[in-house]
């Protein structure tokens, strides 16, 4: 049985060390900074048990994410089960519980991946998707390594302890130190995996390990950036930040103990980016956070519709075409979702396991970066300037004075004020406060950054077969065919 809303929001009432604004925070379920969010991911999971969900979003007991996809059948289940949720944050919750369940399941589907010459893995990594799964855990993760010097690798920074690594062995575990980017949703978390997703240096061993550990660990401490949740002047002022801002946290292991249990890779550089890689943890990844991508867009492009309609502009031509370049734009992320599951690989060794299609998943990181800001840059210019002339808050529409001012001039013909300012409100806390912002940023950043993705779609890509055919094209003629054809 999945956990109710109530019994999750206990469960982060745990002594975690988070600070904000120079305070540390007591409670994340009751503090003004994080309550409303963490009230939204309770939502989940008591989605997961309503009768009418409960057959969509779970599965032998657990929520769907955890299972191990063994046909084509199961990924669609599993998409279905991802829309659910997506769509109850109208895709503005990147890291809900099912985005690491996935990653875990992909561990799951091939442990032996974690099987190495000093240090075996693969019964964690099990159990590590049992646990999780059991227990309905909320999982997050920290696989980035603090900016500081990127022409640098971890252990050429200039501390040891920049970038997290083993500092000593203890009986029955380890001892680590240092810090990783960026925790999103960490606060919100049960347990959080501590890794690194991209390449490590040969020299960076005390830094290539993997382990999760529950939040409130002695020596984690999250320091969250500015909370939108915190900034919010209400509910109908700023909808979206004041719900649904998911957080992002800097992680900083103060030498945290960490038991052998819960380390899956040990002082190995390669095991440890293969975990992701190899496994299919990362295309599970994609393929949460691609139905999440689709759903946002069918949002913003249904406020983008309700924006025209409330202006009167939504049947000049060229407005309509705006509309219809963004159609097309919600039909481009939904078809690779539906491509990724369509061209299925089985997992290598994977008794049985199916994973997403590689090259569309990885393909849809690039379309999906590129694809945003235009997308927000599109609805911007249909809205105007009406987003941005509105009353400073919902007290001025309730003001004696000033509220039959706002009705007077802040209306449209069958959008009276309250309506206008309601929808013109939403429309700019997903395109332009510093919530949607932060959300243009995630769109771009969140799957790696485009110097690396982009090499490795080059890399891995089938670029034979497109080489091929363009040869083909080139060895149909040659010099001496001078003549047009006729
Ligand atoms: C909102 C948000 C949420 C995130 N949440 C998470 C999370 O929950 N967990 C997690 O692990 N990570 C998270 N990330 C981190 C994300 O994985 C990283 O942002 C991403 O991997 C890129 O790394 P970086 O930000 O350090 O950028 P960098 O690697 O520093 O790159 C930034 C820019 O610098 C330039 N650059 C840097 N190095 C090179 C180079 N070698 N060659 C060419 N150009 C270069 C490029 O222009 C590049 O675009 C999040 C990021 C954002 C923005």
Redesign the pocket.
Known sequence: MTRSGQEYLASLRDGREVWLDGERVADVTRHAAFRNTAASIARLYDLARDPRYASVLTADGAHRAFKVPRSYEDLVERRRAYKVWAESSFGFLG?TPDCMAGGAAGFAAAPELFTTDGFDGADNAVAYHRRLAEGDLYP?????NP?ID??KAASEQEEDDLVVRVVAEKDGGVVVRGA???????VFGNEVIVGT??PLAPQDVDHALCFSVPIDTPGLKFLSRTSYEGQARSVFDNPLSSRFDEN?ALLVCDDVFVPWERVLTYRNVDATFDMWWRTPAYVNFVHQAATRFWTKLEFLTGIAILLTKANNTYRLPPVTQAIGRLMGRVAQAKAFVLAAEASYEQVDGGRGGVMPGKEISFAQRIMAGELYPAAVQEIKALAGGGVIQLPASAEDLLHPELGPLVRKYIRSPGHPAEDRVKLLKLAWDALGSEFAS?HE??E?????????YLMQQAWEGDTDSCEALARACLSGYALDERTPQR
């Not at 771009?444 to 690396?452: C, D, I």
């Open positions: 890291r997050t993760f920290t696989l980035t900016q990127r022409t990783k980017m960026i925790g999103t949703a960490a997703i991209e992002d932060r940023q995630y771009r950043f969140y799957h790696g950054a485009p110097h690396v």
